[in-house]
């Protein structure tokens, strides 16, 4: 079956200290990688998407990045840390048009 | 560029009831993918229904339908016997079809309340 591992659940950083958020995917090859912000009571903002290994496109300019280094493997990073960073992150795939989520973290910047 | 409008910040039904959740969008294309995603306190993502745009049929799971108006660019999702269960924020949410990326372009949500 396909599954959506994602972590750590929940991350407490302080102010410009980096950041690596993990979410690795099984049961399935090539897939759609996303990775969403939702702010505290707002809709999900794409911040990343990859279509492939080493292909990554940004949704919006901001202070992270993203890599694949693997087919399944999609990591969310920073070097330093802002307060604006913090929200609940969501990893997402998609093989066709069936999207499945990560379970998220919530990262708190202080 | 695609847009998803979700105008009702919040709604409240009785248990058993039925409510109506309004989504509105914006789009050139012909063929796309609607989509209502349940998100309750725990936050994870839940795919409540999906309606393909060229279908005419308007898509059901259970006690959940929608009301899709392709003229109207109007995607409504209904919750019949409604149950406390049900209670959580509910995103609509719009695809293209086919295409390299397929992002998942959400409205703002809707805060939905079931009373006992």
């Known amino acids: 079956s396909q599954t959506i591992h994602q972590w750590p659940a929940t991350l407490v950083q302080p102010v410009g200290s980096p950041l690596s958020l993990e979410c690795t995917v099984e049961?399935?090859?090539?897939?759609?990688l996303y990775w969403y912000r939702q702010a505290a009571g707002r809709g999900l903002q794409l911040l990343f998407y990859?279509?492939?290994?080493?292909?990554i496109s940004s949704e919006v300019p901001q202070n992270l990045s993203a890599s694949r280094p693997q087919d399944r493997q999609f990591i969310l990073s920073s070097k330093k840390l802002l307060l604006s960073d913090s929200g609940f992150y969501l990893c997402?795939?998609?093989?066709?048009?069936?999207?499945?989520f990560g379970s998220g973290t919530r990262l708190t910047v202080v | 560029a695609q847009t998803v409008t979700q105008s009702q910040p919040e709604m409240s039904v009785q248990e058993a009831e039925t409510v109506t959740l309004s989504c509105t969008y914006d789009?050139?294309?012909?063929?796309?993918?609607l989509f209502w995603y349940k998100q309750p306190p725990s936050r994870q993502m839940i795919l409540v229904i999906r309606?393909?745009?060229?279908?005419?049929q308007n898509a059901t799971e259970n006690r959940f339908s929608v009301n899709f108006q392709k003229a109207a660019k109007s995607f409504s999702l209904k919750i019949s016997d409604s149950q406390l269960g049900d209670a959580a924020m509910y995103f609509c949410?719009?695809?293209?079809?086919?295409?390299?990326?397929?992002?998942?372009?959400f409205g703002t949500g809707t805060l939905l309340a079931v009373q006992p």
């Open positions: 309606q393909e745009a060229y279908k005419q």
């Open positions: 049961g399935t090859s090539n897939p759609n």
């Open positions: 990859s279509v492939g290994i080493g292909q």
């Open positions: 789009t050139s294309e012909s063929d796309y993918y």
């Open positions: 949410a719009y695809s293209n079809y086919g295409g390299a990326t397929n992002k998942l372009i």
């Open positions: 997402a795939w998609s093989v066709q048009t069936g999207y499945t």
